[in-house]
């Protein structure tokens, strides 16, 4: 799938100017509130009309206001899944997932009922109303209500941003699984790196209604400054991992990755599952010799490939640990006093605590099983 | 009791016509009515406020002037009524189904409003979704709008309804008061209390009215209910 976008669209006082192609599993758009993403989206959705430009996928032209082109949104075959699920009211929860099959050509329909139900686990909730659902309940079902309608592209506008976190943390498997188990791509939108860099394969950031960066999400998201200030603390390095084995007795699971290997608490995950771990810069310390007495459990060596200002008195330092690079953001002293320069050998050592279900991605951490 | 059912073949008539003329006027007003509304409530053109000053005309003017107008227009040699009767056949003056004409002008302004208050509590986003799941606009309303401003719409009706029952000076303008034609309950009870010794019929009437009314009434409110615990909005 490519989804190529060129458009123009104003909005009273703020103007939206986006140009991109993407072609990922899973493409984010990302910024900050007041940025565009959510404009643009329903660009692409067919529920706003732009002013100028032209919005394509897979060579299929959806708009292209020289040549006057719309197709209206009944007609591009394009789910989308909205922040408030916006269920039918007047129909039962297997209501909700039938509606959009009814306007799906039979060739076209390659989405199963059963398969889907399976897949989000709604099996449970068929007879009931969307009014006796949950927050996130009601989420799995507008998902489930949008995969049966056969879409060719699959939009999410941050579908996760008015739940609480123990809800996030019980639907992020199940776009995890979308993502891997099924071939539609997915286009979400979202202002949290957490999000971003676990389900990502690529981003497209998005300030103040223009493009400032995109590319794959291992590169995007060691770009500090393309963040957002309040989720700059988020930022780092984005590395996929295996699980090796877990550590019954100290309660840890031992990630194998390129840099090497990385403790963190124990994963409620199976050996051999993939990981995509993020380690936060402000997470990792920084040493010019192998460290010892020291608590920390991952000691990572590698060489430094480059060292960029930061916000404040920081500075941040990329660190190729056998071809994956780790990043670290430390104070501009530490990096004075400890001479750290272009190519210097160091060892990058980040606590194993250091790692919440926010960074590893693999649901809570199981506490205290024996 | 056997007083009140006791009812001479006049009264009967007036009581079964009142229901007939009733029942069409609200059946008939329905889809002009929900056109209205829709077009009040979501379109944006020139003349609007000047629409929904002519749709409301028939609650402000005296209903004598209203049952006039419709004589002018629709009667014999009125140019709506020239053309129908010509044309299709269909003759409204001195008819009963003129006394339906009048019933429903009169209860058109209440069953809009009742329309138009649903249809702009909608939430619009929720067609939106509709729409990215392939629905046309005309499915999106059928589905999904109708289904939802439904307890509106039964109050419009019933309330459409409860104004024909009781319907009285445009009809007797218009159509007159023939009985067993276009005699219905009020014009029935006008009657009644012309003529001496009529008292007993009257009051028999009134309460039939009050009966039939209540019921309705009732009958609405049960209706509206299941309605709308069927969908406990969100």
Same mark, same amino acid.
């Given at each position: 799938?490519?989804?190529?976008?060129?458009?123009?669209?104003?909005?009273?006082?703020?103007?939206?100017?986006?140009?991109?192609?993407?072609? &990922?599993?899973?493409?984010?758009?990302? &910024?900050?509130? =007041?940025?565009?993403?959510?404009?643009?989206?329903?660009?692409?959705?067919?529920?706003?009309?732009?002013?100028?430009?032209?919005?394509?996928?897979? =060579? +299929?032209?959806?708009?292209?206001?020289?040549?006057?082109?719309?197709?209206?949104?009944?007609?591009?075959?394009?789910?989308?899944?909205? *922040?408030?699920?916006?269920?039918?009211?007047?129909?039962?929860?297997?209501?909700?997932?039938?509606?959009?099959?009814?306007?799906?050509?039979?060739?076209?329909?390659?989405?199963?009922?059963?398969?889907?139900?399976?897949?989000?686990?709604?099996?449970?909730?068929?007879?009931?109303?969307?009014?006796?659902?949950?927050?996130?309940?009601?989420?799995?079902?507008?998902?489930?209500?949008?995969?049966?309608?056969?879409?060719?592209?699959?939009?999410?506008?941050?579908?996760?941003?008015?739940?609480?976190?123990?809800?996030?943390?019980?639907?992020?498997?199940?776009?995890?699984?979308?993502?891997?188990?099924?071939?539609?791509?997915?286009?979400?939108?979202?202002?949290?790196?957490?999000?971003?860099?676990?389900?990502?394969?690529?981003?497209?950031?998005?300030? *103040?209604?223009?493009?400032?960066?995109?590319?794959?999400?291992?590169?995007?998201? *060691?770009?500090?400054?393309?963040?957002?200030?309040?989720?700059?603390?988020?930022?780092?390095?984005?590395?996929?991992?295996?699980?090796?084995?877990?550590?019954?007795?100290?309660?840890?699971?031992?990630?194998?990755?390129?840099?090497?290997?990385?403790?963190?608490?124990?994963?409620?995950?199976?050996?051999?599952?993939?990981? +995509?771990?993020?380690?936060?810069?402000?997470?990792?310390?920084?040493?010019?010799?192998?460290?010892? =007495?020291?608590?920390?459990?991952?000691?990572?060596?590698?060489?430094?490939?480059?060292?960029?200002? =930061?916000? &404040?008195?920081?500075?941040?330092?990329?660190?190729?640990?056998?071809?994956?690079?780790?990043?670290?953001?430390?104070?501009?002293?530490?990096?004075?006093?400890?001479?750290?320069?272009?190519?210097?050998?160091?060892?990058?050592?980040?606590?194993?605590?250091?790692?919440?279900?926010?960074?590893?991605?693999?649901?809570?951490?199981?506490?205290?099983?024996? | 009791?056997?007083?009140?059912?006791?009812? @001479?073949?006049?009264?009967?008539?007036?009581?079964? #016509?009142?229901?007939?003329?009733?029942?069409?006027?609200?059946?008939?007003?329905?889809?002009?009515?929900? #056109?209205?509304?829709?077009?009040?409530? %979501?379109?944006?053109?020139?003349?609007? @406020?000047? #629409?929904?000053?002519?749709?409301?005309?028939?609650?402000?003017?005296?209903? $004598?002037?209203?049952?006039?107008?419709?004589?002018?227009?629709?009667?014999?040699?009125? !140019?709506?009524?020239?053309?129908?009767?010509?044309?299709?056949?269909?003759?409204?003056?001195?008819?009963?189904?003129?006394? /339906?004409?009048?019933?429903?002008?009169?209860?058109?302004?209440?069953? $809009?409003?009742?329309? %138009?208050?649903?249809?702009?509590?909608?939430?619009?986003?929720?067609? /939106?979704?509709?729409?990215?799941?392939?629905?046309?606009?005309?499915?999106?309303? /059928?589905?999904?709008?109708?289904?939802?401003?439904? !307890?509106? #719409?039964?109050?419009?009706?019933?309330?459409?309804?409860?104004?024909?029952?009781?319907?009285?000076?445009?009809?007797?303008?218009?159509?007159?008061?023939?009985?067993?034609?276009?005699?219905?309950? !009020?014009?029935?009870?006008?009657?009644?209390?012309?003529?001496?010794?009529?008292?007993?019929?009257?009051?028999?009437?009134?309460?039939?009215?009050?009966?039939?009314?209540?019921?309705?009434?009732?009958?609405?409110?049960?209706?509206?209910?299941? $309605?709308?615990?069927?969908?406990?909005?969100?």
């Amino acid at each position: 799938m490519t989804l190529s976008v060129d458009i123009r669209h104003s909005l009273g006082d703020f103007a939206l100017e986006a140009r991109f192609e993407s072609a &990922g599993r899973l493409t984010a758009l990302f &910024g900050p509130s =007041g940025s565009g993403k959510s404009t643009l989206i329903n660009l692409i959705a067919g529920l706003l009309r732009p002013n100028k430009g032209r919005i394509a996928v897979d =060579g +299929r032209v959806l708009v292209d206001t020289e040549a006057r082109i719309f197709v209206p949104m009944h007609k591009r075959r394009i789910g989308m899944v909205f *922040q408030d699920a916006r269920l039918f009211p007047h129909m039962s929860v297997a209501g909700n997932l039938r509606y959009g099959r009814w306007f799906t050509p039979a060739s076209e329909r390659y989405a199963k009922m059963d398969a889907v139900v399976d897949l989000l686990g709604i099996g449970h909730l068929l007879d009931r109303r969307p009014a006796k659902l949950s927050g996130g309940e009601r989420q799995r079902v507008a998902i489930g209500r949008a995969l049966l309608a056969s879409p060719k592209l699959l939009l999410m506008d941050e579908p996760l941003a008015s739940l609480d976190e123990a809800r996030k943390a019980e639907i992020l498997p199940y776009i995890e699984r979308l993502r891997d188990e099924t071939k539609i791509p997915i286009v979400y939108v979202s202002h949290s790196v957490a999000e971003v860099a676990r389900l990502a394969s690529d981003v497209v950031v998005l300030s *103040q209604g223009k493009v400032a960066a995109s590319g794959p999400t291992e590169a995007i998201m *060691q770009r500090l400054d393309l963040l957002p200030a309040e989720e700059r603390g988020e930022g780092g390095a984005v590395l996929d991992t295996k699980v090796l084995r877990h550590d019954q007795a100290f309660g840890m699971t031992v990630l194998g990755s390129q840099a090497g290997e990385i403790r963190v608490p124990r994963l409620a995950r199976p050996v051999g599952a993939t990981v +995509r771990l993020r380690i936060r810069a402000r997470d990792v310390m920084i040493a010019t010799e192998q460290p010892t =007495g020291l608590s920390a459990l991952n000691i990572l060596a590698g060489t430094i490939t480059a060292v960029r200002p =930061g916000i &404040g008195p920081t500075v941040e330092i990329a660190i190729d640990c056998n071809g994956a690079i780790v990043l670290a953001r430390i104070t501009e002293q530490s990096k004075h006093t400890l001479r750290l320069a272009l190519g210097r050998q160091v060892f990058a050592v980040i606590k194993t605590v250091s790692f919440d279900s926010a960074t590893t991605g693999a649901g809570l951490p199981v506490e205290a099983d024996g | 009791m056997n007083w009140l059912l006791d009812l @001479t073949p006049d009264e009967w008539n007036a009581v079964r #016509l009142s229901i007939k003329v009733a029942t069409v006027a609200m059946i008939a007003s329905l889809p002009p009515g929900i #056109l209205l509304a829709l077009l009040l409530a %979501r379109g944006r053109f020139w003349g609007k @406020t000047l #629409l929904n000053g002519l749709v409301h005309l028939p609650l402000i003017l005296p209903p $004598v002037v209203t049952g006039y107008l419709l004589l002018l227009t629709f009667g014999r040699r009125g !140019p709506a009524g020239a053309f129908l009767a010509e044309h299709f056949g269909i003759v409204f003056s001195f008819r009963w189904t003129g006394a /339906a004409l009048a019933c429903g002008v009169m209860g058109f302004p209440l069953m $809009v409003r009742a329309i %138009r208050l649903s249809i702009e509590a909608v939430d619009r986003r929720i067609e /939106a979704a509709a729409g990215t799941l392939g629905a046309n606009p005309l499915w999106v309303f /059928a589905t999904i709008t109708l289904p939802l401003i439904l !307890p509106g #719409l039964i109050a419009g009706a019933i309330l459409s309804f409860a104004k024909a029952m009781g319907e009285f000076g445009a009809t007797i303008t218009f159509v007159s008061n023939i009985p067993n034609e276009t005699q219905t309950l !009020p014009s029935a009870i006008y009657t009644f209390t012309q003529v001496p010794g009529g008292d007993a019929g009257a009051l028999r009437l009134t309460l039939i009215s009050i009966i039939i009314s209540m019921v309705a009434l009732i009958a609405s409110e049960v209706l509206a209910r299941r $309605v709308g615990r069927r969908m406990d909005i969100e």
